[in-house]
């Protein structure tokens, strides 16, 4: 049988495989399904129904976790895997915002541009995404001062595809999403760069333009036939608000596609966090407790909960305080564990920069010894104590 279809108990079942064939307990096929697996409600209607074991494909789907053998030992295979993948991203991530300025270059330019292209960036993000989500999760956390518009791009892609991924979107869906999410702004090209880069306010008339830009960016795809519609709701509706306050159209709840509420929420969250001609980034704490702010008014409280789980209450590059007065960046984050991340301590607890920076992880700390001083108290302004933190969270994988 070929390695991407797996038989599994209806135990190891969860949202966003890919059923293929449905089995009894005494292994009848009870019905060839051939879908994905949207929700706990399906699983647990498959179970009433008196399924035992089902055939998996985890190349439309997502795969069985690897079990956990010896703790230890899974711990370092998945922090090989983590690093491992990090030197991929890396690569993934330079080649991508390279096709976005290509991309966008040429749309302001006025020239054609390749959707081609843009599908092989898109896929390079979903292998990436699918090996391990952390890694390039992480890089969106580095900030380049010039070039906002193309890591914007990239990072709504990475953010949006991941997010989709959790949800149990299927291959094909989150390449779409890639898409989407690397084009989502390509309608800017169209507004005047004076409007686009002005560091101040905006007069209503140059807001009134600048709210053109998913119109404009719909328009410039409409010419080409191998975009999809969900690639396009990114483009259309990443600035609707759940509230129908948002633009161009006004649409609010189930008007706005799910995917359209997952762009929102990675766009805005990019843009907070990047420093802007007019205000330095934000820390990602401050960006979340926005965004959890406007639950139910401007987003769906069930996408900013999954894209909460999915950064960490710390995510990768906010420097902390600890309890023990220590401060550092934190460079890696275990979903399983969010209060207990990496950081790398770049001051000791009297405020002194140390010299060579230690890399505590909290987690190991807190189970060997219950280290209260572990926690972490606050998080800062990495600005405030002149830390660049993308320094931290890049390079360092063993080499
Ligand atoms: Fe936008």
Redesign the pocket.
């Known amino acids: 049988m070929a390695g991407h279809i797996k038989k599994i108990p209806i135990e190891d079942l969860t949202p966003g495989m890919y059923v293929e064939d449905v089995f009894s307990r005494d292994d009848v096929l009870l019905l060839s399904a051939d879908s994905i697996i949207e929700s706990e409600e399906r699983i647990a209607t498959l179970r009433r129904q008196g399924v035992a074991s089902l055939y998996i494909n985890t190349r439309k789907g997502k795969d069985v976790p690897q079990k956990l053998g010896d703790r230890v030992d899974s711990s370092l295979l998945r922090e090989v895997e983590y690093y491992k993948e990090l030197n991929k991203a890396r690569e993934v991530r330079r080649k991508t915002v390279e096709t976005a300025k290509d991309v966008l270059d040429s749309i302001r330019r006025g020239h054609p541009f390749s959707v081609s292209k843009v599908e092989e960036a898109a896929q390079e993000i979903v292998e990436s995404i699918v090996r391990n989500p952390d890694a390039l999760n992480s890089l969106c956390q580095i900030k380049g001062y010039d070039e906002y518009t193309y890591t914007h791009s990239v990072n709504v892609s990475v953010l949006s595809t991941s997010l989709a991924y959790s949800l149990g979107y299927n291959h094909e869906q989150l390449l779409q999403v890639g898409v989407g999410g690397v084009l989502?702004?390509i309608?800017?090209m169209r507004v005047p760069e004076a409007i686009l880069n002005k560091p101040g306010k905006y007069a209503d008339w140059e807001f009134n333009i600048m709210k053109k830009?998913?119109e404009y960016g719909l328009e410039i795809v409409s010419e080409k036939k191998n975009i999809t519609e969900f690639s396009k709701a990114i483009i259309i509706q990443?600035?609707e608000r759940y509230n129908g306050k948002g633009y161009p159209r006004g649409l609010s709840g189930a008007q706005i596609a799910e995917i359209g509420l997952i762009g929102a929420v990675a766009?805005v969250y990019d843009a907070l966090t990047s420093n802007r001609v007019y205000r330095a980034a934000w820390t990602p704490q401050k960006a979340l407790a926005l965004i959890f702010q406007g639950c139910d008014e401007d987003y769906s409280r069930e996408i900013v909960e999954r894209f909460t789980k999915q950064m960490g209450i710390y995510p990768v590059g906010s420097f902390v305080r600890l309890v023990s007065g220590e401060m550092g960046v934190v460079t890696r984050v275990d979903r399983g564990n969010l209060l207990f991340p990496r950081v790398m301590i770049l001051f000791d607890a009297s405020g002194k920069r140390l010299e060579l920076p230690v890399e505590f992880d909290l987690a190991e700390m807190q189970k060997k010894d219950g280290d209260k001083r572990t926690l972490i108290d606050v998080s800062l302004n990495p600005a405030a104590f002149r830390v660049d933190v993308a320094r931290y969270i890049d390079d360092k994988s063993p080499s």
């Open positions: 989502h702004d309608g800017k830009h998913p990443h600035h766009d």
